[in-house]
């Protein structure tokens, strides 16, 4: 079956713009995570979805980071206001449920650069 | 908090050879699990092995195997007759039973030479 998905590729973005980014899990996975990788660097979290829990929003890194997620399907990242900082590689994963015994499916990754 | 520290940026051995990547890590807690995951060129993490801090017997995976050495808090990862297809970062990550997130160590870049 189709593995997790996501959209764009690659952004190129001036700084201040909003930018959103897509993650669609694998089907019958309800959870969703979120990851920033800058370069060089090992993996971020950011944020969770587990179904229609609250999500776990800690690791986001600012308000200008947001996400939502509809039910156990497509999740958006959106970014506003973007910072040269904010460059990175954003990855998604999802899980067939949040308990650590069930293994991450990542995504190939959105890289974004702030221009 | 939990911290997982990769110490070699990068390694390289030779087509056939047999390398061995360096992981040590930090809880307090005593239930956990602990993976190294391949990232090759194409961005694509993909697990290679994962232990349960509860098994004393090391997890293997075909040519992967682990020395999961839990009283020193160290989590290596051997690789037997590397291939040019190992060639990636590889990422030690921990994460709590019951926990949603995973915690990655810097990342280790293995180059296999023909």
């Known amino acids: 079956g189709a593995g997790v998905s996501q959209s764009p590729s690659n952004k190129v973005t001036e700084k201040g713009k909003d930018v959103e980014l897509r993650c669609d899990p694998i089907s019958g996975h309800t959870a969703l995570y979120w990851y920033r990788q800058r370069l060089g660097q090992g993996l971020e979290f950011l944020i969770y979805?587990?179904?229609?829990?609250?999500?776990?929003k800690s690791g986001l890194p600012s308000d200008r980071f947001s996400a939502e997620r509809t039910g156990e399907s497509v999740s958006t990242l959106t970014i506003q206001r973007t910072q040269q900082e904010d460059s990175a590689v954003y990855l998604c994963a999802s899980s067939f449920s949040v308990f650590s015994t069930y293994e991450q499916y990542f995504g190939p990754g959105t890289r974004l650069t702030v221009t | 908090a939990q911290t997982v520290t990769q110490s070699q940026p990068e390694m390289s051995v030779q087509e056939a050879e047999t390398v061995t990547l360096s992981c040590t890590y930090d809880?307090?807690?005593?239930?956990?699990?602990l993976f190294w995951y391949k990232q090759p060129p194409s961005r694509q993490m993909i697990l290679v092995i994962r232990q349960e801090a509860y098994k004393q017997q090391n997890a293997t995976e075909n040519r992967f195997s682990v020395n999961f050495q839990k009283a020193a808090k160290s989590f290596s990862l051997k690789i037997s007759d590397s291939q040019l297809g190992d060639t990636a970062m590889y990422f030690c990550?921990?994460?709590?039973?019951?926990?949603?997130?995973?915690?990655f160590g810097q990342g280790t870049r293995l180059t296999i030479n023909p």
């Open positions: 979805f587990q179904g229609n829990s609250a999500p776990d």
């Open positions: 809880t307090s807690e005593n239930n956990y699990y």
């Open positions: 990550a921990s994460t709590l039973q019951g926990a949603q997130k995973l915690v």
